[in-house]
């Protein structure tokens, strides 16, 4: 394997990083005041205005003129990928801890990998072994995420520092009104919900790009029509005046981060990934984010682990690479099929011309 062959591997391992940082800081800025749609809004015209002239002057030979269907498709992704997603997911991270929101996250391979499939965009063959490998760890990754979330019991690891670095909470008042029970089933389930919005998302970008293949301009377009969209939603949720105000904090830092890295570098490598790799290759790299974010939670913010958490992460390793093997052995399986193809034109050919040469 050439170290081109690597490239997409080392983009979305840093787009996981991008995430995890995000994900932590967005924790951070959320207890300090951040509304999220106004988060959502600028966000996204910051992407706006830093993709817009690349896309302009990069993309201007290449990019298709977009039909009606295509714009009205590029307006779907942008409401699923970035309206739901973004704004239901941050709302639900208002009421559990990052690694929580991050672990959550695991459950977009396995609704990827459905979509996927049903959508005839990923083939499964049961009785091969690279079928079984996708199949097997799509559950194990799922099920080592609910493990993660769900099982809070046994031993429980002593903190690796003795004060939080960051305290992200006023009180210990303020931090059970957010993670009491209640809430935290609340939020578990606003966050599932929006990784349903991001699922689709992932595999409709995949079938978008064949149609348009543009990613600069594509990802352009999603950032215009998702400002369009949450500054619509913030027009009934959003009117009052000082939320829109931003001073140089963690709320502005947090702002710049998620629209320089996420909506417009990351948005970019996330699409160029999908068209080389494919949406479910994608999206099996989102457990990295869990383990960033965990070992940040331990240190900055003093978050204790169970040992059924660490099994639970060990699961959803074990799982990734069950798919991830599956996946690199399909890539075989074509490369061989479409060798075998072109090698049986090659001698239909000279066939073909010594037939000819003999007449």
């Not at 979509?115 to 083939?123: R, S, T, V, Y």
């Not at 890295?261 to 790799?277: F, G, P, R």
């Not at 093997?325 to 479409?338: I, N, T």
Request: aromatic share 14%; with cysteine.
């Amino acid at each position: 394997m050439n170290m081109k062959a690597y490239i997409p591997y080392m983009a979305i391992i840093f787009n996981q990083f991008a995430f995890a940082g995000s994900n932590i800081l967005m924790k951070i800025a959320l207890e300090r005041g951040l509304n999220q749609l106004v988060f959502v809004v600028y966000r996204h015209v910051i992407a706006m205005f830093l993709l817009g002239p690349f896309a302009y002057v990069l993309e201007r030979k290449q990019r298709p003129k977009p039909s009606f269907a295509v714009m009205a498709k590029i307006f779907v992704l942008a409401l699923l990928g970035a309206t739901i997603h973004i704004n239901v997911y941050y709302i639900g991270m208002d009421y559990v801890s990052p690694t929580v929101a991050t672990a959550l996250g695991n459950v977009v391979p396995s609704f990827t990998f459905l979509l996927a499939f049903l959508l005839g965009m990923e083939k499964v063959k049961i009785t091969s072994g690279r079928g079984s490998a996708k199949v097997l760890g799509t559950i194990i990754c799922v099920g080592g995420s609910l493990l993660f979330t769900l099982w809070r019991s046994g031993y429980l690891f002593k903190s690796v520092v003795e004060k939080a670095l960051i305290n992200i909470y006023n009180n210990n008042a303020d931090h059970l009104r957010h993670h009491g029970k209640e809430n935290w089933i609340k939020g578990s389930a606003l966050i599932l919900t929006s990784h349903i919005a991001l699922s689709s998302w992932l595999v409709l970008q995949a079938k978008v790009f064949k149609e348009y293949p543009a990613p600069l301009s594509m990802n352009t377009l999603i950032c215009f029509f998702a400002w369009l969209q949450t500054s619509f939603l913030a027009l009934f949720f959003g009117r009052n005046p000082t939320i829109w105000k931003l001073d140089w904090n963690v709320q502005f830092l947090t702002v710049m981060y998620c629209g320089v890295l996420n909506s417009a570098l990351v948005y970019y490598l996330q699409t160029w990934c999908i068209s080389v790799k494919g949406p479910v290759f994608t999206a099996m790299f989102i457990p990295v984010q869990l383990v960033i974010v965990a070992l940040f939670s331990i240190i900055a913010f003093a978050e204790r682990l169970h040992l059924s958490s660490l099994i639970g992460a060990f699961f959803i390793v074990a799982g990734l690479y069950c798919v991830l093997w599956g996946k690199r052995k399909d890539s075989l399986a074509a490369a061989d099929e479409h060798k075998d193809g072109n090698m049986k034109t090659t001698t239909d050919d000279k066939i073909l011309e010594i037939s000819t040469s003999t007449k």
